[in-house]
């Protein structure tokens, strides 16, 4: 790369964030700041919401991943990926029956009412994780265009990155979030068509899409996996969450079908680019697409580098604004209060907070694989405390049966303290999940054992209407 490209590719970072600042709407109000109102009090629109739960979900780590299994197992790592993206139908059919059957107004107040302050307090904390998470495994992504992990122009870019993403964010909340995913869904699809035309021609669709072996060792392990970390992985992700309590029930649940059909097409198109490199004979690397996109020249790597920023930038831009709703509105309701007294500041504050220290584990060079690998699996105990909800009413024994073991199951798998004889199949995933499989039962199984002793709660959750 010349002096010149090397000054284009750095520009392009500034220039996005001039740019998203420049097109965003201001937030007038907490209405717009943290629920995406426009300044008259309207919700988002039906397709302005699909598109940004899409572009959302559509994580910088996520498309790496995908390539990265597609160079792997070849299309059956793709479609194991994509699996999670039914995560949003799902999320979206079960909160669509919390809202409308009963009554919740948002996860943290659900929880409190149906739960406890405990269990709300438990499901708070590895919300914030989650977002931690977020902030310094996408970032990690973008520097990877522009330098070697741990390197100065890897962290420089990452930096630059967050700050271009940050200065928008702080002007309009969600509602610029929204507004900006919009565009940058746009700009996504635009490039990552560019991108497929440079990788599909050369091996050809059937090729591509015919790669790799329907067998438990060799990728569907990981899909199984992915089958069932969908009935809980959404629920402890707020970028997704938050949207779902915004627009009306059926506008919302017609938008996340549509989000979620999509998003797993997209994932599958993307992992393309691993099945290329599998199929080229390139080394599996923790960053397939960048090493894909070296050999595809100048404009090439640009266009791929775009479909990475876009993507990253919709998903930090949402996790600020969650970080935001979660801190100004979520902890002081867990405090037992009701409101602060200057609400958008406090979340102002948050995201500048997060935005530095969310970076650390990006400066340490911590592989992105681990935000999402153990994350899923400590969180398998969520699945019963919204799939069976409406068959127990205040039940806090129920939630922490379940919770806990998920966490620790989690926790002995992620330290390697997982029992062999867990492991279903011999492939790489065989014990994630063996680990999934028999931690979804014994979590069903805590949290309806309390139900099997004494009396059965009654319906509904307190305070619902």
């Avoid at 009554?103 to 929880?111: C, D």
């Avoid at 746009?186 to 015919?210: E, K, S």
Wanted: proline share 4%; with cysteine; glycine share 12%.
């Amino acid at each position: 790369m010349t002096e010149l490209q090397g000054v284009f590719f750095w520009s392009f970072l500034v220039v996005f964030g001039l740019v998203m600042y420049w097109i965003s709407p201001r937030a007038r109000d907490e209405a717009g700041f943290f629920h995406g109102a426009d300044d008259a009090g309207r919700p988002a629109s039906q397709w302005a919401l699909m598109m940004s739960v899409f572009i959302s979900w559509i994580f910088a780590k996520s498309v790496t991943n995908a390539a990265n299994l597609g160079a792997a197992y070849g299309i059956v790592g793709g479609l194991a990926y994509a699996a999670y993206w039914l995560s949003i139908p799902v999320a979206g059919w079960i909160i669509y029956r919390l809202r409308t059957r009963e009554g919740a107004t948002g996860m943290v107040s659900f929880l409190i009412a149906k739960y406890g302050r405990g269990a709300a307090l438990a499901f708070s904390a590895a919300i914030l994780v989650r977002l931690f998470n977020e902030v310094w495994s996408n970032t990690a992504v973008v520097g990877g265009y522009y330098g070697e992990s741990g390197s100065g122009a890897f962290i420089a870019a990452a930096l630059l990155f967050t700050a271009s993403v940050l200065f928008y964010s702080l002007k309009g909340g969600l509602r610029s979030s929204i507004f900006t995913d919009v565009i940058q869904t746009v700009v996504f699809v635009l490039f990552l068509g560019l991108t497929l035309l440079w990788v599909v021609p050369t091996h050809g669709p059937v090729a591509l899409l015919t790669e790799g072996e329907f067998a438990l060792g060799s990728g569907v392990d990981l899909l199984l996996v992915a089958v069932l970390q969908v009935l809980s992985y959404p629920f402890h992700d707020p970028v997704l969450t938050d949207r779902a309590f915004v627009t009306r029930e059926k506008t919302m649940l017609r938008a996340f079908i549509v989000a979620g059909v999509l998003g797993f097409v997209a994932i599958v198109a993307f992992s393309l680019v691993g099945v290329h490199a599998r199929l080229e004979g390139m080394p599996v690397s923790g960053n397939v697409p960048a090493d894909v996109a070296r050999v595809l020249g100048v404009a090439g790597f640009f266009a791929m580098a775009v479909v990475m920023i876009s993507s990253a930038a919709s998903t930090l831009d949402s996790t600020f604004t969650s970080l935001a709703r979660s801190v100004a509105h979520d902890l002081p309701l867990l405090a037992g209060r009701a409101k602060l007294l200057r609400p958008v500041l406090a979340g102002t504050i948050a995201m500048v907070v997060f935005a530095l220290i969310g970076n650390l584990p990006m400066i340490a060079g911590t592989d992105i694989l681990k935000a999402t690998t153990i994350s899923g699996t400590m969180v398998i105990g969520l699945a019963p405390v919204f799939l069976f909800s409406r068959w127990v009413g205040y039940s806090p024994l129920s939630f922490h049966l379940s919770f806990w073991t998920g966490m620790i199951l989690g926790t002995l798998l992620a330290v390697g303290a997982i029992p062999p004889g867990w492991a279903i199949g011999d492939g790489k995933y065989a014990l994630l999940l063996g680990t999934n499989l028999y931690g979804l039962g014994l979590c069903m199984t805590g949290f309806l054992l309390p139900l099997a002793f004494g009396r059965r709660p009654a319906r509904g959750c307190e305070g619902a209407t």
